[in-house]
């Protein structure tokens, strides 16, 4: 209401710019798919691409996958990030802890996740479990590197007024690390959770037994069913980009008090 | 971006050289203890695995014996077997990295100077980058097939995202007097983008190339276990079918010594180019 024309019309422009592209890339696709320019295996109508979607969701219970993939990402994004935060408080508050176990920590985190897969296939199957070891693993690593950073890093001068107070260990815990590592811990759970995800995605790919999206995908691949793949990819998609912005509010939300001591 | 600070490596890692050759020169003892200390835990854990595997605890399939998985290494290195995967691996890394930094640095600075380029391309871009790299990979093999463009262009991609995005930002975050200063001295164009903006742009720059690089590393080893028949990729899914959980370790070391020996790279590299920086640096 009160904002100004100029700014306005600045947001029209862009939403009008940033709608170009799309527009043009699918008119494209629709005029080359109908006109046979280009073969049809590759490029299906969108029309057919609507068509597997609806059928997907309503006869193959394509939501009830998406719940499986969910749960699966969402237990093993809490036992993750859980140990996370306890491991890395752990390495930020006892040296003998830190000098002992962080080295080892480092040198496990240079292995790719995804090659981990295998391993964790011969110890725990293809089932659930493996599934959850392997996302809970994802949402670990950042957790830890991000809350130890944070805590590694609170302010010397509070820590110091903690020794005049003579506080307890979990009072320097409760009213020191964890506040000042706050934000830290917030990045290395967001980030947890794009892990997570992506883990989810990649532990359907590769131990594909049981219902996901995931397998979904693999199977239109399979059959050579490219609408099929490309819901589930477009599926993919969305529940990151939900994901991700459930994890942005909670942050900014948690972190509201920030915004007032500054 | 709060997608960065991810690579944040833990305290000074003790890495064995740097650290040996600290001790010889005698003065830190401090470090050589650090870096006794911080052998403890591997040295632990390879005596549990060793008795595990000894007394019979688990099936030989489940956990080989440590002897057995370093005669396998050395088999593996003898025969020249691991270097030629590894090889396999590395110069699809490099080619495919290349290809997708390049291509993110162009995209990225296009993004970053002209608005108009940024407020087309920008939407399509991040929708497009929601999608993890590796949901791409089935799709992709639909149209290009399991042969060496598919694995090129899915690690382009992974170096891709992060270089534009990183790019784009550090080119908008170069503050606007410097550039000025350089419409002051008269620059040309040209002479604005190598001598202010890029320099400026740098240590973001430097960022995207890191994330750049550790998203291709994943990318490769995801394509790989999906699709290949060489590379380390391939070792690791071939061992896990043949239950030689010893090649598959050896696999994963490879993977994560690599993967560590391109982040060091990358450190002096970083440190190197941006060396006229050190004093402004945090």
Same mark, same amino acid.
């Given at each position: 209401?009160?904002?100004?024309?100029?700014?306005?019309?600045?947001?029209? %422009?862009?939403? &009008?710019? +940033? $709608?170009?592209?799309?527009?043009? =890339?699918?008119? /494209?696709? *629709? %005029?080359?798919? &109908?006109? +046979? $320019?280009?073969?049809?295996?590759? =490029?299906?109508? /969108?029309? *057919? %691409?609507?068509?597997?979607?609806?059928?997907?969701?309503?006869?193959?219970?394509?939501?009830?996958?998406?719940?499986?993939?969910?749960?699966?990402?969402?237990?093993?994004?809490?036992?993750?990030?859980?140990?996370?935060?306890?491991?890395?408080?752990?390495?930020?508050?006892?040296?003998?802890?830190?000098?002992?176990?962080?080295?080892?920590?480092?040198?496990?985190?240079?292995?790719?996740?995804?090659?981990?897969?295998?391993?964790?296939?011969?110890?725990?199957?293809?089932?659930?479990?493996?599934?959850?070891?392997?996302?809970?693993?994802?949402?670990?690593?950042?957790?830890?590197?991000?809350?130890?950073?944070?805590?590694?890093?609170?302010?010397?001068?509070?820590?110091?007024?903690?020794?005049?107070?003579?506080?307890?260990?979990?009072?320097?815990?409760?009213?020191?690390?964890?506040?000042?590592?706050?934000?830290?811990?917030?990045?290395?759970?967001?980030?947890?959770?794009?892990?997570?995800?992506?883990?989810?995605?990649?532990?359907?790919?590769?131990?594909?037994?049981?219902?996901?999206?995931?397998?979904?995908?693999?199977?239109?691949?399979?059959?050579?069913?490219?609408?099929?793949?490309?819901?589930?990819?477009?599926?993919?998609?969305?529940?990151?980009?939900?994901?991700?912005?459930?994890?942005?509010?909670?942050?900014?939300?948690?972190?509201?008090?920030?915004?007032?001591?500054? | 971006?709060?997608?960065?600070?991810?690579?944040?490596?833990?305290?000074?890692?003790?890495?064995?050289?740097?650290?040996?050759?600290?001790?010889?020169?005698?003065?830190?003892?401090?470090?050589?203890?650090?870096?006794?200390?911080?052998?403890?835990?591997?040295?632990?854990?390879?005596?549990?695995?060793?008795?595990?595997?000894?007394?019979?605890?688990?099936?030989?399939?489940?956990?080989?014996?440590?002897?057995?998985?370093?005669?396998?290494?050395?088999?593996?290195?003898?025969?020249?077997?691991?270097?030629?995967?590894?090889?396999?691996?590395?110069?699809?890394?490099?080619?495919?990295?290349?290809?997708?930094?390049?291509?993110?640095?162009?995209?990225?600075?296009?993004?970053?100077?002209?608005?108009?380029?940024?407020?087309?391309?920008?939407?399509?871009?991040?929708?497009?980058?929601?999608?993890?790299?590796?949901?791409?990979?089935?799709?992709?093999?639909?149209?290009?097939?399991?042969?060496?463009?598919?694995?090129?262009?899915?690690?382009?991609?992974?170096?891709?995202?992060?270089?534009?995005?990183?790019?784009?930002?550090?080119?908008?975050?170069?503050?606007?007097?410097?550039?000025?200063?350089?419409?002051?001295?008269?620059?040309?164009?040209?002479?604005?983008?190598?001598?202010?903006?890029?320099?400026?742009?740098?240590?973001?720059?430097?960022?995207?190339?890191?994330?750049?690089?550790?998203?291709?590393?994943?990318?490769?080893?995801?394509?790989?276990?999906?699709?290949?028949?060489?590379?380390?990729?391939?070792?690791?899914?071939?061992?896990?079918?043949?239950?030689?959980?010893?090649?598959?370790?050896?696999?994963?070391?490879?993977?994560?010594?690599?993967?560590?020996?391109?982040?060091?790279?990358?450190?002096?590299?970083?440190?190197?180019?941006?060396?006229?920086?050190?004093?402004?640096?945090?």
């Amino acid at each position: 209401m009160s904002v100004p024309a100029s700014f306005r019309t600045r947001r029209l %422009v862009r939403i &009008r710019r +940033g $709608l170009t592209l799309p527009v043009v =890339l699918l008119v /494209l696709w *629709e %005029v080359s798919s &109908r006109g +046979g $320019l280009v073969d049809a295996r590759f =490029l299906p109508s /969108l029309e *057919e %691409v609507y068509f597997t979607a609806k059928r997907e969701l309503i006869d193959n219970n394509l939501i009830g996958e998406l719940g499986f993939s969910l749960f699966r990402n969402v237990v093993g994004f809490f036992i993750g990030s859980g140990l996370g935060i306890l491991f890395a408080t752990l390495l930020a508050l006892s040296r003998t802890a830190d000098a002992l176990i962080t080295p080892t920590f480092n040198g496990l985190k240079q292995i790719s996740l995804l090659a981990w897969i295998p391993l964790i296939s011969i110890w725990f199957g293809f089932g659930e479990q493996a599934k959850i070891v392997f996302v809970a693993i994802a949402a670990f690593i950042p957790v830890v590197l991000n809350t130890y950073e944070g805590m590694r890093n609170a302010p010397r001068d509070l820590i110091e007024v903690g020794h005049a107070l003579q506080f307890t260990r979990v009072q320097r815990i409760a009213r020191i690390l964890v506040p000042s590592a706050l934000p830290s811990i917030a990045t290395g759970v967001h980030l947890g959770l794009i892990y997570s995800w992506l883990a989810t995605v990649g532990a359907e790919y590769f131990l594909a037994v049981g219902p996901g999206v995931g397998g979904l995908i693999i199977a239109g691949r399979e059959r050579f069913d490219m609408a099929l793949v490309m819901v589930g990819v477009l599926i993919l998609g969305v529940v990151g980009f939900i994901l991700n912005r459930l994890a942005a509010t909670v942050e900014s939300y948690l972190l509201r008090w920030r915004a007032t001591t500054h | 971006m709060s997608i960065i600070s991810q690579d944040v490596s833990l305290a000074p890692a003790p890495n064995e050289v740097p650290v040996a050759r600290r001790a010889r020169t005698s003065i830190n003892r401090r470090g050589f203890r650090r870096f006794a200390i911080a052998l403890v835990l591997p040295f632990g854990l390879l005596l549990a695995w060793w008795i595990a595997s000894n007394q019979g605890w688990l099936p030989e399939q489940i956990l080989p014996s440590p002897a057995y998985v370093y005669s396998t290494a050395l088999e593996m290195i003898a025969s020249g077997e691991i270097f030629y995967h590894a090889g396999v691996s590395l110069r699809r890394v490099v080619v495919g990295f290349l290809f997708g930094a390049l291509a993110g640095l162009k995209l990225g600075m296009a993004m970053g100077l002209s608005r108009r380029v940024d407020d087309y391309v920008r939407p399509l871009f991040l929708a497009f980058a929601q999608i993890p790299t590796l949901g791409w990979i089935p799709l992709l093999m639909l149209i290009f097939g399991i042969g060496e463009t598919l694995k090129i262009i899915v690690i382009a991609k992974g170096a891709l995202v992060p270089m534009t995005i990183n790019t784009a930002a550090g080119i908008r975050g170069v503050p606007e007097s410097f550039v000025e200063v350089g419409h002051a001295l008269r620059f040309s164009r040209l002479q604005t983008l190598r001598l202010i903006v890029l320099p400026g742009a740098a240590p973001s720059i430097f960022t995207g190339i890191r994330y750049g690089l550790t998203h291709s590393w994943t990318a490769l080893v995801g394509v790989e276990l999906l699709a290949s028949s060489e590379g380390l990729g391939y070792l690791l899914v071939w061992g896990r079918q043949m239950f030689w959980l010893d090649v598959v370790i050896v696999a994963m070391i490879a993977v994560g010594v690599i993967g560590f020996l391109m982040d060091k790279g990358l450190d002096v590299s970083e440190v190197y180019v941006q060396r006229w920086n050190d004093r402004e640096g945090e």
